[in-house]
Nanobody
Framework: VQLQASGGGLVQAGGSLRLSCAASVRTFSLFGMGWFRQAPGKEREFVAAISRSGTDTVYSDSVKGRFTISRDNAKNTVYLQMNSLEPEDTAAYYC???????????????????WGQGTLVTVSS
């Protein structure tokens, strides 16, 4: 599975960005998808995940209520809508895929075997 993330950029605090991740795979609907981020000097952390069908989602406490993950299986794409951005959201954002039979979303980083190249989000104060 090849994943291509896009949509990062520089935004002021309080602003919004929408990240996209396109997957090059025939059976996109067999993969649960997730977004993770890594700030300089910090470990990669979970942001949001969505189930294969899109009916189940899970978020980290730090983004809950501000970020929304969604997917379009017809377009092999997963999105991350980020609102009310804060300087603490500054990081490289990575999309990831996990092939699974589960109908539920998962935030466990260990379960994701396919990763995109990352897109940088910078939030200025």
């Amino acid at each position: 599975v090849q994943l291509q993330a896009s949509g990062g950029g520089l935004v002021q605090a309080g602003g919004s960005l929408r990240l996209s991740c396109a997957a090059s795979v025939r059976t996109f609907s067999l993969f649960g998808m997730g977004w993770f981020r890594q700030a300089p000097g910090k470990e990669r952390e979970f942001v949001a995940a969505i189930s294969r069908s899109g009916t189940d989602t899970v978020y980290s406490d730090s983004v809950k209520g501000r970020f929304t993950i969604s997917r379009d299986n017809a377009k092999n794409t997963v999105y991350l809508q980020m609102n009310s951005l804060e300087p603490e959201d500054t990081a490289a954002y990575y999309c990831a895929a996990r092939q699974t039979m589960s109908q539920y979303a998962s935030g466990r980083i260990e379960g994701y075997g396919n990763w995109g190249q990352g897109t940088l989000v910078t939030v200025s104060s």
